[in-house]
């Protein structure tokens, strides 16, 4: 019999077996629940999220530092000094000299084919731990599958100088440390994603997921800018290295002391927040997982999401990798401009990054779009926009201001990105997302592998000409690569992760029974 107060409601011990039931089918338990603390006033996913961005920010001030810096170790190479319709000449602003900051004894005498290795390298390490990463982090949680990548990457990018030192400036060092640090770094975006899965409810997966991902503009920006002035200051390009390298190694610090792979493990959450992630995040299965191999790789979502990834990651690392280099051979930028310069484009596109994330969430939220429209609406501005103005830049002759705008405006369309194919393996299988980031971002991250050296053998005479040709390759594979996934790509969860969610849902079923409100679990 059910007894309410005069007000007409119910009484205090059924509103405590009411909540004892909700508390039991989210599968958290009720005498643990009553004794949790708030210790911060935000949020924990937020928390979470904030950290999440700044690893991102690290992993790509550390992966990018060398494409700043590198246009500082190299010995300057003579070429034809005939200037033609496809070369810029050197006078700009009256100065008729790029000058160069780093002592000649720290110079040395790579071609362009081998520049061309040494920062392609990276990825070589980068794609080969992807798997083991998202499996770990599916497995043990996310927290120190990244805590620890992070910190290799960041003491290898602080002992880069003394490497090339020792070795007297030798490049087959250089690639080997660059693959060591690429082989940490390779578990970043998979243990990211299984911690958001954990952590992030569907109505705010665009934001909290843009924010997170958003972090490689800033990234790209702070490494570019603030390599730039380090080593303009100081007249020495090993400078870059211990800063990010040091900084790398602090964030590792704060991130095991504030972070846990999931919500139940965390010893500061709130009541409250607990409860609502327990109830938000119903299609997570804390039982050890058996990954669906053959259905994964036999999916067509999933694969139209590895051409879109292939096809952003050829574009982005065009640009994260080289565009540098263009400032300085083409355009003939000092090392100080050059990092200002090149960050521009990746303010841009922070920006259109996060408002595109709230826009996309309210449209979804609305009932405006669905979430495989939606994907797909914000998918495409990232890959036509910057294929369009990308390639416009390299027609716009000499004009520095104006190639910047160009490459602005197309980086800036990229960061729709982040909304539409980048949160999109969280659609698709909530419970295997860790997995399925590392086989995406990893088979994405072969491009990194082809498109420095592919530039750096295109691009030997640094002419305006062979750098076109290189924005028609980036243009194609765009147009290609985003037509595949508008046809075949989705956003809804995939059958293959309903499994576990129907056996979770018949004990969330059974626990809820009347007969069966015992407590089992202890805190």
Request: aromatic share 14%; net charge positive; proline share 4%.
């Amino acid at each position: 019999m059910v007894c309410y107060s005069e007000q007409g409601k119910k009484t205090t011990a059924e509103k405590d077996i009411s909540e004892s039931s909700r508390l039991l089918a989210i599968g958290l338990d009720p005498e643990c629940h009553k004794n949790t603390t708030t210790v911060f006033l935000i949020p924990q996913r937020y928390i979470l999220g904030i950290m999440g961005f700044l690893a991102v920010v690290n992993a790509y001030t550390m992966r990018v530092v060398l494409s700043v810096a590198i246009t500082e170790m190299v010995q300057s190479i003579n070429h034809n000094q005939t200037i033609d319709s496809t070369t810029c000449p050197y006078e700009f602003q009256g100065n008729s000299t790029t000058p160069r900051t780093s002592s000649s004894a720290n110079l040395y005498p790579w071609t362009s084919k081998q520049q061309g290795l040494i920062l392609s390298s990276f990825y070589w390490g980068y794609v080969i731990t992807h798997i083991p990463g998202g499996m770990i982090a599916e497995r043990f949680g996310g927290k120190y599958a990244l805590g620890l990548g992070m910190l290799c990457t960041a003491i290898f990018t602080f002992i880069t100088p003394f490497v090339v030192y020792a070795t007297n400036g030798s490049w087959v060092s250089l690639v080997v440390v660059r693959i060591l640090e690429g082989l940490g770094e390779g578990t970043t975006f998979p243990a990211l994603t299984t911690l958001l899965a954990n952590w992030v409810p569907l109505k705010e997966r665009s934001k909290i997921g843009t924010l997170v991902y958003a972090g490689s503009q800033i990234g790209t920006v702070v490494g570019n800018s603030v390599s730039g002035a380090l080593i303009s200051a100081t007249n020495d390009w090993a400078i870059a290295f211990y800063f990010f390298g040091a900084v790398g190694i602090v964030w590792f610090i704060f991130w095991i002391i504030l972070c846990y792979p999931n919500p139940k493990s965390h010893p500061f959450i709130s009541d409250k927040e607990k409860a609502y992630l327990g109830e938000q995040i119903s299609n997570i299965s804390s039982r050890d997982k058996v990954i669906p191999w053959k259905s994964i790789l036999t999916s067509p979502p999933i694969w139209a999401l590895v051409v879109a990834q292939i096809g952003h990651d050829w574009g982005f690392f065009t640009m994260v990798t080289d565009l540098p280099k263009y400032m300085k051979d083409v355009l003939h930028f000092n090392v100080k401009e050059n990092g200002i310069w090149s960050s521009v484009p990746y303010i841009f596109m922070w920006i259109v990054s996060m408002s595109s994330g709230w826009i996309c969430d309210w449209l979804i939220h609305k009932g405006y779009m669905k979430i495989s429209r939606a994907r797909k609406f914000f998918t495409t501005l990232a890959s036509m926009g910057p294929a369009a103005f990308i390639l416009i830049a390299s027609y716009v002759g000499c004009n520095r201001m104006l190639a910047v705008g160009m490459f602005t405006i197309g980086m800036g369309f990229m960061g729709t990105f982040y909304c539409g194919m980048k949160v999109n393996a969280l659609d698709l299988s909530p419970n295997y997302a860790g997995t399925i980031m590392a086989i995406v971002n990893g088979i994405g991250g072969l491009t990194g592998i082809i498109v420095p050296y592919l530039v750096g053998a295109l691009t030997e005479n640094h002419t305006l000409a062979e750098w076109r040709i290189v924005f028609w390759i980036a243009f194609g594979v765009f147009l290609v690569t985003n037509f595949i996934f508008v046809v075949f790509g989705s956003g809804k969860v995939q059958p293959w992760n309903a499994a576990e969610e129907k056996e979770k849902s018949a004990e969330a079923g059974y626990v809820n029974s009347p007969d069966n409100l015992t407590l089992k679990s202890k805190c």
